[in-house]
């Protein structure tokens, strides 16, 4: 069982800012930006492209709908899209508030933010995600 598994299934827990029957969005406890999100599917599949194409396209909809919501209450210039899969054997999208192209950079230095601003920024997206 993948962490992502743990967390879906509330066994660690996690700033969640939305979900519905098929997906789960939470904070990125290590963010490279201020309201960086992972979605990932609660079906646990290893690799994005061995998701099935419903489920692969559900999961950027989903997506999609959590970055305008996320665009709405962070400031930035867009919300990027980034996969790369290695960290955690786990399909998942990383969604990252840029203004410019280096902030998307898996190697750009972690944020820090405390316990309180990790739920004031879960908060906010949540009620926008919902008002989306």
């Known amino acids: 069982m993948s962490i992502f598994s743990k967390i879906i299934a509330g066994e660690i827990p996690s700033y969640k800012v939305a979900e519905n029957e098929r997906f789960y969005a939470f904070l990125d406890i290590n ?6 999100v992972l979605v990932v599917p609660k079906k646990e599949v290893d690799y994005i492209f061995d998701l099935d194409d419903d489920t692969l396209s559900d999961m950027v909809l989903f997506s999609k709908k959590l970055a305008k919501a996320m ?10 899209l980034m996969v790369i899969g290695l960290e955690v054997p786990h399909a998942h999208i990383h969604l990252i508030p840029v203004s ?18 990790f739920n004031e920024i879960a908060n906010v997206i949540a009620e926008a995600f919902i008002s989306e």
């Open 71 to 80: 665009k709405k209450v962070i400031n930035c210039k867009k919300i990027g």
């Open 100 to 117: 410019k192209e280096s902030d998307i950079s898996p190697g750009s230095p972690k944020k820090q933010f405390t316990t309180d601003e």
């Open 31 to 36: 963010p490279i930006a201020r309201g960086h």
